[in-house]
């Protein structure tokens, strides 16, 4: 029996050398995984703050250019205001003049938009009463200048309400009103008025 007991112990000691080994290589093992997940786990963590960094880099680049963009709107849109504001000034400043100023600017006027120098210049009511009494020879001589000899009429048109004047020839009608040659020129001459205000 003696062999026996041996052979047990023998084969008990062996199981428990066995056993401690195995608890050992899995003990090993557990800390390679765990090394191994945590390597993983930084390597994650890493790569999402790289990406948060990209996307808020992203996100304040977009909000810079948006802000950029809302900035250049809004200095537009005050130049636009501006340049509004400076036709609207002279649309007023032509309806005020008086006098000489008034009659030697509208005869310029008419002499530049006759054509035949037999057609009829029709003013309001309110421009015609402001035209001097020599209006007519002050048109003559603007007409000369042009090459054009003025034999037409200048008559009060109660339907006219616009500061200025319309050119008629028969049927045919040239608004030359200030607000309509304001409109009219205001595509060429915004660049002009930008270029005086800014």
């Given at each position: 029996?003696?062999?026996?007991?041996?052979?047990?112990?023998?084969?008990?000691?062996?199981?428990?050398?066995?056993?401690?080994?195995?608890?050992?290589?899995?003990?090993?093992?557990?800390?390679?995984?765990?090394?191994?997940?945590?390597?993983?786990?930084?390597?994650?963590?890493?790569?999402?703050?790289?990406?948060?960094?990209?996307?808020?880099?992203?996100?304040?680049?977009?909000?810079?250019?948006?802000?950029?963009?809302?900035?250049?709107?809004?200095?537009?849109?005050?130049?636009?205001?501006?340049?509004?504001?400076?036709?609207?000034?002279?649309?007023?400043?032509?309806?005020?003049?008086?006098?000489?100023?008034?009659?030697?600017?509208?005869?310029?006027?008419?002499?530049?938009?006759?054509?035949?120098?037999?057609?009829?210049?029709?003013f309001?009511?309110?421009?015609?009463?402001?035209?001097?009494?020599?209006?007519?020879?002050?048109?003559?001589?603007?007409?000369?200048?042009?090459?054009?000899?003025?034999?037409?009429?200048i008559?009060?048109?109660?339907?006219?309400r616009?500061?200025?004047?319309?050119v008629?020839?028969?049927?045919?009608?040239?608004?030359?009103?200030?607000?309509?040659?304001?409109?009219?020129?205001?595509?060429?001459?915004t660049?002009?008025?930008?270029k005086?205000?800014?």
């Amino acid at each position: 029996m003696a062999g026996i007991e041996k052979i047990l112990e023998r084969i008990e000691s062996e199981a428990v050398t066995l056993e401690r080994e195995i608890l050992e290589q899995a003990e090993q093992n557990r800390k390679q995984i765990l090394e191994d997940l945590k390597s993983e786990a930084e390597f994650e963590r890493a790569a999402a703050l790289e990406r948060a960094r990209d996307d808020a880099d992203k996100s304040r680049e977009r909000i810079v250019a948006g802000e950029k963009m809302n900035s250049r709107k809004r200095e537009l849109a005050a130049k636009q205001q501006m340049i509004d504001l400076a036709f609207e000034k002279a649309g007023e400043r032509l309806t005020a003049l008086v006098g000489e100023p008034f009659a030697k600017t509208v005869a310029a006027m008419a002499a530049r938009a006759l054509t035949t120098g037999r057609e009829e210049i029709c003013f309001s009511r309110a421009d015609f009463e402001k035209l001097p009494a020599d209006f007519a020879g002050t048109l003559k001589a603007a007409c000369a200048a042009q090459g054009v000899s003025f034999e037409g009429k200048i008559l009060c048109d109660e339907q006219i309400r616009a500061s200025g004047f319309v050119v008629r020839d028969g049927a045919i009608e040239t608004n030359c009103t200030f607000d309509a040659l304001l409109r009219q020129h205001r595509e060429a001459l915004t660049p002009v008025v930008a270029k005086t205000l800014f």
